[in-house]
């Protein structure tokens, strides 16, 4: 049974940090790609970052040099750091695993990520 279970999400003012965790199993993680989205109420789900196996990265244009994506693949956990973040990073953070070659992919319930101004 496959488990992307997210945590590290909260409340903050604009200008801090967090930093978020996804921790897999019932995967071989270092098959897959790994992956954060995000939903804001109302939009449609969005890419926020993702990093192979070799550790080679993708960010979307709006977070692009604050936040930083990274995974470790000896404890099947992958990680988020988001600086400066903005009202609009507000949404719910989800974790992804993508399959390098099947492309069959996973999804995490979701972590909650509130910026206040």
């Known amino acids: 049974q496959v488990q992307l279970v997210e945590s590290g999400g909260g409340l903050v003012q604009a200008g801090e940090s967090l930093k978020l965790s996804c921790a897999a199993s019932?995967?071989?993680?270092?098959?897959?790609?790994m992956g954060w989205y995000r939903q804001a109420p109302g939009n449609q789900r969005e890419l926020v970052a993702t990093?192979?196996?070799?550790?080679?990265?993708d960010y979307g244009d709006s977070v692009k040099g604050r936040f930083t994506i990274s995974r470790d693949n000896a404890r099947n956990t992958m990680f988020l750091q988001m600086n400066s973040l903005k009202p609009e990073d507000t949404a719910v953070y989800y974790c992804?695993?993508?399959?390098?070659?099947?492309?069959?992919?996973?999804w995490g319930q979701g972590t909650q990520v509130t910026v206040s101004s």
């Open positions: 992804n695993a993508r399959h390098s070659w099947t492309t069959k992919q996973y």
């Open positions: 019932g995967i071989i993680f270092s098959n897959n790609v």
């Open positions: 990093i192979t196996a070799v550790g080679r990265t």
